[in-house]
């Protein structure tokens, strides 16, 4: 059984950085695209950043292109999220997740994800 464990949020004024991390405590991912996506009070789960599992290819969502950067580490099937330059609309929970089977399915649907984290709050103040 998956079970993903996200950690790094907090509270931090306009302009700071965090780091969020998101690890398969089981160890039983290899080589799938893995993602963060993140939800505001009183809207719904957005896409923010992903990457698959054999080629490293990334993609972000325009809002955060420039400021955030997706990585991994498949020993540890692992992967980060570091966060520049955060501002008061990326306040949010967090959820990383993982799809099932590698094979190229779209990344920005929550609906090619099997394994969805926690979440963990994110909170930037102005």
């Known amino acids: 059984q998956v079970q993903l464990i996200e950690s790094g949020g907090g509270l931090v004024q306009a302009g700071g950085s965090l780091r969020l991390s998101c690890a398969d405590s089981?160890?039983?991912?290899?080589?799938?695209?893995m993602g963060w996506f993140r939800q505001a009070p009183g809207k719904e789960r957005e896409f923010v950043a992903a990457?698959?599992?054999?080629?490293?290819?990334?993609d972000y969502a325009y809002s955060v292109k420039g400021r955030f950067t997706i990585s991994r580490d498949n020993a540890d099937n692992t992967v980060y999220l570091q966060m520049d330059s955060l501002k008061p609309e990326d306040t949010a929970v967090y959820y990383c997740a993982a799809q099932a089977t590698r094979g190229g399915s779209a990344l920005r649907s929550t609906a090619n994800y099997r394994y969805w984290g926690q979440g963990t709050q994110v909170t930037v103040s102005s």
């Open positions: 990457i698959r599992g054999t080629s490293g290819i990334t």
């Open positions: 089981t160890r039983t991912l290899s080589r799938v695209a």
